[in-house]
């Protein structure tokens, strides 16, 4: 059974920084995309960042690039996100989800497995 894990969520204040990391297990992840997303209340789940079985190619929504920077450890079959100069709008819930192994994609329907999400809440 594909089971992804999110962890590394929490209080922060405006300007600090966290690391997200998404653990997967059942099956080797390595050949496939995996993205981060998030989702504030009120809001729909958007994009925030995808990387390439590779890690060789990576995609970022416009408000988090230069900010947020994500990799992952095929190893392990973990996948990161790196979280600086943190925004109160950046407070949602994260989610990791695998990918294709064509891209990365920013739709959420190019996702098929999703984690529970871990809260990442930033106060001004």
């Known amino acids: 059974q594909v089971q992804l894990v999110e962890s590394g969520g929490g209080l922060v204040q405006a300007g600090g920084s966290l690391r997200l990391s998404c653990a997967a297990s059942?099956?080797?992840?390595?050949?496939?995309?995996m993205g981060w997303f998030r989702q504030a209340p009120g809001k729909e789940r958007e994009f925030v960042a995808a990387?390439?079985?590779?890690?060789?190619?990576?995609n970022y929504a416009d408000s988090v690039k230069g900010r947020f920077t994500i990799s992952r450890d095929n190893v392990k079959n973990v996948v990161y996100l790196q979280m600086n100069s943190l925004k109160p709008e950046d407070t949602a819930v994260y989610y990791c989800a695998i990918g294709p192994a064509w891209g990365t994609p920013s739709w959420t329907y190019e996702y098929k497995y999703w984690g529970q999400g871990t809260q990442v809440t930033v106060s001004s």
């Open positions: 059942g099956r080797s992840f390595s050949t496939y995309g």
């Open positions: 990387i390439r079985w590779s890690g060789g190619n990576t």
